[in-house]
């Protein structure tokens, strides 16, 4: 989706995958930054190592405590902090690389998009306490969702991240564990495991715990296999679904934007994405 996007703007760039062992990422930031590269993505496990290996945060990152964006940056003659795509002739020899988190509102973004959901005042079980879910549970937290039950297959992560909402974002009524009569009709349902992810894979939801008729609309974040195990069960009962894609593409989205100081196209890039996972 990258590549097509830089295509569009007309951009001579190139978007590349490098499998980076996490031991070597420290040093790998370190090389991206000596070539002078625009900036970088960054997936499981470095979005929380290279939180203390960045040389400036935005508040994305300081908020969400996660960076799976860097942008490398450079000073101009007055000394302000410029990514280097501003510098057309020659770039100076100090740079420094900020780290973003794009994730987060890609998360909303896509939730409000593809299925329609309003986050204020809503009823959310969100399954998963690792990486993906911490961010989405403060980000849903941060939206001003009424109640958030969290739900993990070590009880500790989630009471930690719950312990985390009550401290920040008090007027959120959070709950460890499935909901319970009266409080069983949901807004949402969101899966943040990698539980579907793997042919065969069963649905993480309990369901002697959670009737899926009970929740208006189901979101996994995992976008291959299109339909898992729970968005199959979930159509079937009746409720509005959608996979990761859209949270992929709008991630992706502001990333190129923070990079290029150009709107990323879109259109163009969630075509590319089908095209490239989905085969159509």
Do not use: H, Q
């Given at each position: 989706m990258q590549n097509a996007a830089l295509a569009r703007l007309g951009l001579d760039w190139r978007y590349l995958a490098f499998e980076v062992h996490p031991d070597d990422l420290r040093e790998v930031i370190q090389g991206a930054k000596r070539m002078k590269f625009i900036g970088l993505n960054l997936t499981v496990p470095h979005k929380l190592l290279a939180i203390p290996m960045m040389d400036a945060l935005d508040e994305t990152a300081k908020t969400w405590g996660a960076v799976n964006t860097v942008r490398f940056e450079a000073q101009n003659t007055e000394g302000n902090w410029q990514p280097l795509r501003h510098f057309k002739e020659s770039v100076p020899r100090e740079i420094r690389a900020q780290g973003f988190n794009t994730d987060a509102d890609a998360i909303t973004r896509s939730l409000r998009e593809d299925l329609g959901v309003k986050l204020e005042g809503a009823k959310v079980l969100l399954l998963?306490?690792?990486?993906?879910?911490?961010?989405?549970?403060?980000?849903?937290?941060?939206?001003?969702?009424?109640?958030?039950?969290?739900?993990?297959?070590?009880?500790?992560?989630?009471?930690?991240?719950?312990?985390?909402?009550?401290?920040?974002?008090?007027?959120?009524?959070?709950?460890?564990?499935?909901?319970?009569?009266?409080?069983?009709?949901?807004?949402?349902?969101?899966?943040?495991?990698?539980?579907?992810?793997?042919?065969?894979?069963g649905s993480p939801l309990d369901t002697g715990k959670f009737d899926l008729k009970n929740a208006r609309a189901v979101y996994d974040m995992i976008y291959n296999p299109a339909e898992t195990a729970l968005l199959k069960t979930a159509r079937e009962a009746g409720c509005r679904t959608a996979n990761g894609l859209g949270m992929l593409l709008y991630q992706g989205a502001r990333a190129l934007e923070l990079w290029t100081g150009e709107t990323a196209p879109v259109d163009v890039m969630r075509e590319a994405l089908v095209k490239h996972i989905y085969g159509h």
């Open positions: 998963g306490a690792g990486g993906a879910g911490r961010v989405a549970a403060l980000k849903l937290a941060s939206e001003g969702v009424a109640e958030l039950f969290l739900v993990n297959r070590t009880m500790d992560k989630a009471e930690a991240i719950a312990a985390e909402i009550r401290a920040r974002f008090p007027k959120v009524k959070t709950t460890v564990g499935y909901p319970k009569p009266p409080a069983m009709a949901l807004d949402l349902l969101l899966n943040a495991t990698s539980l579907g992810l793997k042919p065969g894979d």
